[in-house]
């Protein structure tokens, strides 16, 4: 069928030969089309962004995997990148083609920590893929709104804390049935004179639930009324990563979020909350100031 994509065996070969790698260097490995369904190798070797993209063409879609060393702490880590490049010039019928070749892709290059859609070259930028990492590792520090979130993940871990001996639960799955909570959403985003909480046991409830190894749950929203500022209302829970979480919040509305990710350094398991407060740009200025008090 011509939209399946063929992945000849010399290609997984040089993409496990590239994960393969034990020194901590930065590598790269382009791929590309040979023909309208073929995968191919154009190139690898030594070197990170700036040698991956210098193979992108503006005539055809190309693939790369970086291989990226992150320091976390007193550890040196390895992190995979996926840039999917699939530039605006390329032609409309080639373009439709190449829809639906994404997911076929994605799941040649896969395992990888953090990617990067691309369609022109202002779009290619490694900032973008360094604070991606750093996000998903708990290590950067940043607030912006959703917006900005969604074009280049930058929302910070404004409180970060890792533990190999967490709290357990008897709860499952989403369900949240505790009545005490931790402590990771700033006290005084809890307990203020100016801000109160709809549903205080909920909350408390979800804090926990995102805090616990035997709870699926991974993230919780807060937000305000809908006709402004109130008492914080619960609003959602899931049990899958930030992209979810963001994927929950509606535009032109203040969210506090709570989440956790969890990183494995050789055989060692990290578990990290971080705290984002998003301020969407389109806020009423009024509106703004009365919840820049709410810290």
């Given at each position: ?12 070969a ?14 790269f ?6 023909g309208k ?16 993209v ?9 693939f790369?995997l ?14 995979f990148?996926?840039i ?6 390329i032609?409309p019928?080639r373009?439709a ?10 799941d ?6 953090v ?23 708990g ?47 700033p ?8 801000v ?8 408390k ?17 807060l ?14 829970t ?7 979480m ?17 990183e ?7 578990v ?5 407060k ?17 810290r």
């Amino acid at each position: 069928m011509a939209d399946k994509i063929k992945c000849p065996d010399e290609v997984h070969a040089a993409i496990k030969a590239f994960r393969g790698q034990d020194e901590n260097e930065e590598r790269f490995i382009v791929i590309g089309y040979e023909g309208k369904n073929v995968l191919k190798v154009i190139d690898s070797g030594t070197g990170g962004f700036a040698e991956a993209v210098a193979h992108f063409g503006d005539s055809d879609a190309s693939f790369a995997l970086l291989r990226k060393v992150h320091q976390v702490e007193m550890a040196t880590t390895v992190k995979f990148a996926f840039i999917d490049w699939t530039p605006d010039s390329i032609k409309p019928m080639r373009k439709a083609l190449l829809s639906t070749h994404k997911g076929q892709v994605k799941d040649v290059m896969q395992p990888y920590h953090v990617s990067l859609i691309a369609s022109d070259r202002s779009d290619l930028d490694e900032e973008i893929i360094n604070r991606k990492i750093g996000f998903s590792s708990g290590t950067a520090v940043h607030v912006v709104d959703k917006a900005e979130y969604k074009s280049a993940t930058n929302v910070g871990v404004l409180s970060s804390s890792s533990s190999s001996n967490l709290h357990k639960s008897s709860s499952g799955g989403n369900k949240i049935n505790s009545s005490s909570g931790g402590g990771l959403i700033p006290k005084s985003s809890i307990h203020s004179s100016t801000v109160g909480l709809a549903d205080e046991a909920s909350v408390k409830d979800a804090i926990k639930a995102v805090r616990s190894d035997a709870d699926e749950t991974n993230w919780m929203l807060l937000t305000y009324p809908e006709e402004g500022i109130g008492s914080l209302v619960l609003v959602a829970t899931g049990s899958g990563d930030v992209d979810e979480m963001v994927g929950a919040m509606q535009d032109g509305r203040a969210y506090y979020g709570l989440f956790r990710v969890t990183e494995r350094i050789d055989q060692s398991v990290t578990v990290k909350f971080g705290f984002v407060k998003i301020l969407p740009s389109s806020l009423k200025p009024t509106l703004k100031a009365r919840i820049s008090t709410h810290r």
